[in-house]
């Protein structure tokens, strides 16, 4: 009697066991299948974000050159000008938020002398120190010649940090490329953390992913000859001027794309110069997803 309570308690305990396992596996499977929906709507999303940015972008170079508002009842949305003010364009599935900004309004970082640059620096937020070293190292980053400046590396330097790459020791050919140099962050770079939404000059159009107006992003730029902006005009002035389209002009379209389903958005940068002729008045420069 004692030998069958024994087997029945045995019994018991695997069918437990059994039961036990069978519901984990049901939970794992089930989790499993939650995150993999989560990554397909999620995927869904970020595509429909992406078309959306892309139709962003058309919609910016279909109105290239277009004239100025003169009071003729045009308004700010037929009427589209370089001049960094967001637009927003309606689609079905969402919207997309474009901003079109002149690149000569901005510093020329391949050209524009350490000290200027360290004044870029401070404007987006860095403490004098640390603009004045970081200012030294994209002088070296970018100049020809292996002369290491007080605060700025050379190859020695570089290979002492444990970075796998020299200092390019030429201009460079995308402005994100500065993320290649010691001590320069995403952060610092695009100035997400800058400023809380509230005080973004975007406005109703703020979002996650645009860089800060105040970014490094934002301040500077690898085309043109202006590096004496900071020297010609305070900025604030600058930024109240009448900006239109020219000829041969070189421009940056962001294009956020934002699907009424959720986040996440998408982010298009374009640089493009205006040739104001042809079937095709633009040629693309560069393109990135952010």
């Known amino acids: 009697m004692t030998l069958l309570r024994r087997e029945d308690g045995v019994i018991i305990i695997a069918v437990l066991w059994i039961c036990a396992l069978t519901m984990w596996f049901a939970l794992q499977i089930g989790a499993e299948s939650r995150l993999q929906g989560e990554e397909q709507v999620h995927g869904h999303r970020r595509s429909q974000a992406l078309y959306l940015a892309i139709g962003g972008c058309f919609e910016a170079l279909a109105r290239m050159g277009e004239p ?7 308004t700010a949305e037929e009427s589209w000008q370089p001049n960094g003010k967001p637009h927003l ?7 997309a938020v474009v901003i079109i900004e002149a690149e ?11 000290e200027q640059l360290r ?4 404007r987006a937020g860095m403490a004098e120190a640390d603009a004045e070293r970081l200012a030294d190292l994209v002088a070296d980053f970018t100049d020809p010649d292996d002369f290491q400046r007080l605060h700025g590396g050379e190859k020695d330097y570089y290979e002492s ?3 796998p790459y020299p200092p390019f020791n030429g201009p460079l050919l995308s402005l994100d490329q500065m993320l290649l140099i010691p001590g320069m962050t995403p952060q610092l770079f695009y100035g997400y953390q800058n400023a809380p939404p509230e005080q973004n000059p975007y406005g109703g159009f703020w979002d996650a992913a645009l860089p800060a107006s105040g970014s490094l992003f934002s301040l500077l730029t690898v085309h043109g000859r202006n590096q004496l902006i900071l020297d010609e005009e305070p900025w604030d002035e600058l930024e109240e001027k009448i900006i ?9 379209i962001l294009s956020l794309g934002r699907s009424f389903n959720g986040p996440p958005s998408v982010l298009m940068w374009l640089i493009v110069r205006y040739t104001s002729d042809g079937e095709k008045p633009y040629e693309v420069l560069y393109r990135k997803i952010l």
């Open 68 to 74: 100025l508002d003169l009071g003729l009842g045009r």
């Open 89 to 95: 364009v309606q689609y079905e599935t969402g919207q």
């Open 104 to 114: 000569g309004r901005k510093v020329n970082v391949n050209i524009t002398p350490p």
């Open 119 to 122: 004044l870029v620096l401070e």
């Open 161 to 163: 940090q444990g970075v």
């Open 244 to 252: 239109t389209w020219e000829k041969g002009g070189i421009y940056r």
